[in-house]
């Protein structure tokens, strides 16, 4: 498991689907107690704050303001070599 820290900004690719829930901000099982609202898919490669990793397959980032959930898979340290 990646393991990154609270304001650490981390890459995300393109083409990299990321939900938003209601309440994610909330601590506790968000993936129990929270509803689906949103989703995007970056058209760029983004350098996104990492903020927390409440569930080992998922993180969560800062993105236009609100927390965004994406899967830990396609979150990378900036500056690492990224192999597709």
């Not at 650490?8 to 601590?27: G, T």
């Not at 996104?48 to 898979?73: A, D, I, K, Q």
């Amino acid at each position: 498991m990646k393991m990154f820290k609270q304001g650490e900004y981390v890459h995300i690719p393109s083409r990299v689907m990321m939900l938003f829930y209601e309440n994610e901000d909330k601590k506790g099982e968000w993936y129990r107690s929270t509803r689906f609202l949103n989703s995007v898919i970056l058209e760029k490669p983004q350098k996104l704050m990492f903020v927390s990793s409440p569930h080992p397959e998922f993180c969560e980032v800062f993105y236009e303001g609100n927390l965004w959930t994406v899967p830990s898979r396609h979150v990378y340290r900036t500056g690492d070599r990224i192999e597709y």
